[in-house]
Nanobody
Framework: QVQLVESGGGLVQAGDSLRLSCVAS????????MGWFRQAPGKEREFVAA????????YYADSLKGRFTTSRDNAKNTVYLQMSSLKPEDTAVYYC?????????????????WGQGTQVTVSS
């Protein structure tokens, strides 16, 4: 069992940067691939980024690559999402998730554990 807690969301202006953190419980954190998803009100949950248990393999949504980066610190059981050049369309609840394996994946069905989410709001 693993529990995930996101933090770092808030209200920012377009063009600003923001870093989200996700802290996981458990002592086998490196065995989980991790992912970030986001969901705007009334919209589908959208893939953002994912990285393998070692952090050596990373996927990004094509539209976000170059603005968003993800990394992990396994010693701290933490994964990060660094967001830059934020746009109003980035407004959403952001979720981190832990996969069923250590491999990198962007498939939603591969994620077994989900955090509660953190709200990111980008104003014009």
């Amino acid at each position: 069992q693993v529990q995930l807690v996101e933090s770092g969301g808030g209200l920012v202006q377009a063009g600003d940067s923001l870093r989200l953190s996700c802290v996981a419980s458990g002592r086998t954190f490196s065995s989980y691939g991790m992912g970030w998803f986001r969901q705007a009100p009334g919209k589908e949950r959208e893939f953002v980024a994912a990285l393998s248990g070692s952090g050596g393999s990373i996927y990004y949504a094509d539209s976000l690559k170059g603005r968003f980066t993800t990394s992990r610190d396994n010693a701290k059981n933490t994964v990060y999402l660094q967001m830059s050049s934020l746009k109003p369309e980035d407004t959403a609840v952001y979720y981190c998730a832990a996969a069923r394996s250590s491999g990198v994946t962007y498939y939603r069905e591969q994620y077994a554990y989900w955090g509660q989410g953190t709200q990111v709001t980008v104003s014009s």
